[in-house]
C-alpha cells in the first residue's frame, strides 16, 4: 500500500508486525491494487500513479520476478478481496507468471464474483467484452500448449529418427530441458509432461526440484 500501514514488498522487514485487515461493511465494495516490479532498482512511481487514478483505495507493492512462485504480497491481497471487488493491475504481466497462470487466476476471480482491470490492455472483466478477451486468451492457451506438444513430439521422432535417441535416456539433456520449461510455463500438467517427453515422473519431478534451487 502505498502508506506506511504496510510493508511495500516482500523484502520489507516486519518482524513481529501484523498487517491490519481491511475493516468493511457487508455492502462495500473495494478497488484493490496490485503492483510488482523484478528489482529493487525499478521505479514503482508509474505504475502507482495509473492505480491511483484508477480509484484504487489499496494497494499491494511486491519486488519479486515474473517467474518467481512465492509472492506473499498477492497472496496477501488474494485473501483481502471479497465479491464484488475490483482488482486492478497496471500491465498483465504485473499479475501472472505466464499466460496459463493469468487465465487461472483471472477465472478464480470470476469464480469468486471479484472483477479484473489490466489499464494498459483497457481489460475489464465486468464488461461482456473484457470476458470475450479473456476467453480468446484461455483458447490461445489452450492453442500454445498443443503447439509445444506437437513441436515436442516432432522433434523427438526426427532425433530417434537418425538415431540420436536410444531408449528412455539416462538423463535429462539440453533440448528435453528446454521443452519442460516450455511445457511447464505453458501449464501443461506434470504426468503429461512426462509422457510426452518419455521420461519417469520421478526423472522430472527431480529435474524441476533441481532447476527451481
Known sequence: MHSTSACRNS????TGWEKPRILRTPLLKLTLGYLRVSGTDQVLDLQRDALAAAGCTRVWE???SGAKKDRPELLDLLGHLRAGDTLVVWRLDRLGRSL????ETVE???ARGVAFKSLTETIDTSSPGGMLIFQIFGALAQFERALIQERTVAGLAAARARGRIGGQPKAIDAAKA???R??????????????VLGIGRATLYRHLSATSQ
Open 182 to 195: 516450455q511445457m511447464v510455463e505453458a501449464g501443461t500438467p506434470k504426468t503429461e509432461i512426462a509422457a
Open 62 to 64: 511486491e519486488v519479486a
Open 108 to 110: 478464480d476471480l470470476q
Open 100 to 103: 496459463s497462470h493469468l487465465i
Open 11 to 14: 523484502e520489507d522487514s516486519c
Open 178 to 180: 528446454r521443452h519442460i
